[in-house]
C-alpha cells in the first residue's frame, strides 16, 4: 500500500480537531506539565520554515509527556497588538483589526497543518478586549501598590497612606522618587486630597514622570531599546532621536535584586542568565556629591541653595584622581551650569547628540566627542575646581547621568583626557589623606587595588565612604543599572490605559467597568498637534457619572474627564499570558486560584534568546508583583527556559554592472565594480541557475535588463548563508513542504538539521532523505499493497534493535537532543528491513515511539495495527536492558592467524566445549584437509586460533 501522507495527514488532523484530542483538564489525577512556546505575532508574510522550529521541538516533547502519562497543557495564542499592523493600517486605511484578524487566520492554518498538539480551547489574543482588560486590571494593580524595602515585598498604597497618617514619612523605606521631601503625619493630614495624590505618585509602582525616550518622528512613537538598530527605527528604518517626555513607567528597579537572586531557582542556560545579570547590573561603592564651585554656584544659586553633582562610583578610591567630570548631555543641569559664552556649542552638542541611540552610544567605545560647559564642581576634600564636560559616552537614564572622571584608573575617561589635553594625575591617597602616593607609568591606569590585598582594599572603600558620610559629601550605596521600564506607547494599536485625568492627576476607571475598549478613530498617526492617534478619537472621554465612554464635547472637568491617549507596550500583554492560559475565558479572574495552583507555572517554555532582557525580565517582574499581592503562589514563570537556534536561508544574489542595468553572471565578476542585489530563491534551481524571464518579469526596473551568460547560455547566482528573512528573498513556505513531502517530514527534518540550540542552514535538497525514511517505515509495516504485521514472536535481533533504539531516543528526549533521535530512527528501520521484522511486538512500540515526531504517520499505522483510540493515548514502550544483554558471541576462526569464518556461539560455554564445537564443524575440518592442529587456542568470549 503506498504512502499517500497528503490524505494521511488530512485525516489526522481533521480527527484531532473534531475530538478534541489535545484538550487539557484542570482536574486529572494525572501529574501536571505545562509545555509553552513564545507566542507570535501574527505577520502578514505568515510562516516560513525557519518559525516552527520551537514549537516542532515543543510539541515532540509535550507529546512524548503525554506517553509518559501526564496531563499536559500545551496551548497556543497570538500577540495580536503591535506597531507593523498599526503601520499597515496607515499605508493602506484598513483596520489593524481587520488585518490582525486575516493573518491569525492564515497562521492557524500553516500551524495546524503541522500537526501541533496544541489545545486551541485556550486560545488567547492579547488584542481581544476579553483579554486586554485583564492587563488593564493589572496595570491597576501595579498602580495600587508600593514597594516596602524593609519587608522587600510590594504592599497596598493604602497600607502607605495609614503610615503617613499615623507617623509620616521619614521612617519610610521604600522604593520611590528621589526628591520626596519628608512629611510628619500632622503635614499629611493638612495636604489637600491632590497634593497627597502627587505624593503617592513618586512612590506607586507605575507611575508618571518625565522620562528620556527614543522618540522616533516618521513613526509618531516611542520605540524601546531592542526595536532600534544602527540608529534607526528596526519598523521602516526611520531616525531615532532622544527627548524628553512625560510617560507611564513601571518601577521594575525596585525588584532589581529578586531578580537577579531568583536566577540562582531556575533552569536557564547560564548565557542568557548573565545576560539578564549583566542587564540588571549590580554594583556596590559610594554616592558622591560635587557643590558646585565659584561663577558657576553663584550662577545658579536661588535664596543660598544650588543643586549639587551627585555621581555613583564603585571606586571612591580613586577620589584623589578626579581631574574633571562628564554629564550627559540631557542631564537636568546642563543648561542651568553652562556658562553664558558656551551656549552655542552646547546646545549643537546636545541637538546632535539627540539623533543617537542609547545603544549606538553605549557600543560606540572609538569615538571620542564632548564639549566644555565653562563650568565648575568643587572636589569634596581637596576644594580645588573640577572642570565640567558634557560627553555622550555618559547616559542620563544610567546611574544619575554624571561621572567623576577618573583618568589614571578608567580607560575610557583616560581617552577623553588626551584627547582633549585635560590633566592627568597619577596619583591615589587613601582615605588618612596621606601623602603616600602610587604613580602608574603614562598611558596605564592604575589604583588602589592593584597594590592592596582584598582585605585591605576593602577597608580603604570603607574608610572612603565614611569620610564622604561625614562631610555630608555622599554615602555608601549599591546601585542597579537596572532602569525603571517606559511603559507608554504613541500609538493606536494598543492596549488602552484605564485611565483618565482630574485636574492634571490620573485616576484609575473601576475595575467593575473594565474593559475599556479601543475606539474608533479615522487617522492612525498622531494628531496634527503632537498627540499620540487616541487624539484622534470623538469619542474618548470619560462619564464618571454613569462610567462609560462618551463624546469628548461632554469634558466639564466636573463628571466627565479626557482618557489617557498613549497606549500600553507590546510587553504589556506578553508578560502574564502564560496565566491566562490556565484559565482561558474566566470572565471573573484573570486567573483562578485553582487554576492556578493546578499548574502553578510553565515547566518548560522554548524561545528565542532574544528575549533575554524584554520579555523574559518584564515577565519575572509581573509574576513577582503579583506573587507579592498574593495572586499566585509562584515568583518565576518559567522553570526551563530553551533557546531554540534559527534555520538559516540560502539567499541568491545577481550582480548588476555599478550604473548600468546589465548582469553578470557569477563567475563573470572577477574584478568587475557590481552590486549584489537578492534574488527570490524561487527562480534559481539546484543547480544556482537563474530563471532570467522570471527575474524580469519580478520588478519593473528588470524588465529591459541584459544578462551576461556563462558557457550553455547559463546565468549563475552567488549563494550565501543569512538569516531567512522576506526581505532577502530567501523565505521558504512549510505549506511547500507539507504538501510535496508532508507535515511528518517536516517535522523530522526540521529536527534532524543539527543541535536544537544553535543555527543551521536549510537546504530543501537535503528533505528527500527523510523523506525516503518515511516511505521505509511505511514499508515496515506492509508487503506490496497489503498491511501485514505478524502474531509471531520477534527474533532476538529485531527485539535488540527495538529496545536500544527506544533507550537512545528516551534520552535523546529528556536532553532535547532531538537530531539524534531522527539519526536513531533511521539506523533502526533500516536494521528491521534487513532483519524483514514484521512481528507486532516490534512494529507496534515503534509506532508509539516515532508518534512524538511523526505523528500523522504513527497514528495510520495505530489505527491499522487494530486500536481503536489515538496512538497519543498509548502508554510509552518501556526500554528492557535484557534484550541488549548478549548471550552469544559471533567468535572469528582463524587458522595460523587468519580469519577464515565466524561461529555463533553461547557466551557461558566453557573453553574445553568450544574448542569441541569448533573441531566438529565441517568448515574447520576442511581448512585442516585431514591434519592433526598443533594446538587449539581458545580466548573466551574473543577467538578461536587453530595453530597447524
Known sequence: MSYHFNKIEEKWQKYWAENQTFKASNESDKPKYYVLDMFPYPSGAGLHVGHPLGYIASDIYARYKRHKGFNVLHPQGYDSFGLPAEQYAIQTGQHPAVTTE???????????????????????????PDYYKWTQWIF??????????????????????EIFASEGNTRVLAACDDDIKDFSADEWIRFSEDEKEEILLKYRLTYLAEAEVNWCPQLGTVLANDEIVNGVSERGGYPVIRKKMTQWSMRISAFAERLLQG?????WTESLKESQRNWIGKSVGAMVHFNLYGDTLKQVENNGEAPKISVFTTRPDTIFGVTFMTLAPEHELVQKITAPERKEEVEAYIQATAKRSERERMADVKTISGVFTGAYAEHPFTKEPVPIWIGDYVLAGYGTGAVMAVPCGDQRDYDFAKHFELPITNIFKDVDISEEAYAGKEGTVIANSDFLSDLEYKEALNKVILELEKTGQGYGKTNYRLRDAVFSRQR?????????????????????HLPLRLPEVEKYLPTETGEPPLGNATNWAWDTSNNKVVSNSEIDNKTVFPLELNTMPGWAGSSWYLFRYMDAGNPDEFVSKEAQEYWNNVDLYIGGSEHATGHLLYSR??????????????DEPFKKLINQGMILGTSAFVYRLEGENVFLSKNLVK?????????????VNSSDELDVEAFKKWRPEFEDAKFLTEDGGKYVVGREVEKMSKSKYNVVNPDDICENYGADTLRLYEMFLGPLDQAKPWNTAGITGVHNFLRKLWKLYHEGEEFLVSEDKASADSLKTLHKTIKKVTEDIEDFSFNTSVSTFMICVNELSAQKCNSREVLEPLAVLIAPYAPHIAEELWAKLGNKESVTTAQYPVYEEKYLVESTKNYPISFNGKMRFTMELPLDMGKEEIEKTV???????????????KKVIVVPGKIVNIVG
Open 102 to 128: 486575516n493573518n491569525i487566520k492564515r497562521y492557524r492554518e500553516q500551524l495546524d497543518k503541522i500537526g501541533f498538539s496544541f489545545d486551541w480551547s485556550r486560545e488567547v489574543r492579547t488584542s481581544e
Open 140 to 161: 491597576i494593580q501595579l498602580f495600587n501598590s508600593w514597594y516596602d524595602e524593609e519587608g522587600d515585598k510590594a504592599r497596598s498604597i493604602s497600607e502607605l497612606e
Open 919 to 933: 573441531m566438529a564443524d565441517e568448515r574447520t575440518q576442511k581448512q585442516l584437509y585431514g591434519r592433526t592442529p
Open 621 to 634: 517582574f509581573w509574576t513577582k508583583f503579583l506573587h507579592d499581592m498574593g495572586y499566585l503562589n509562584v
Open 263 to 267: 536566577l540562582d531557582s531556575i533552569d
Open 492 to 512: 493606536y494599536w494598543g492596549e488602552p490605559f484605564p485611565v483618565y485625568y482630574v485636574n492634571g492627576l490620573p485616576k484609575m476607571i473601576d475595575i467593575e
Open 671 to 683: 574584478d568587475n565594480d557590481v552590486q549584489p542585489i537578492h534574488a527570490d530563491v524561487s527562480f
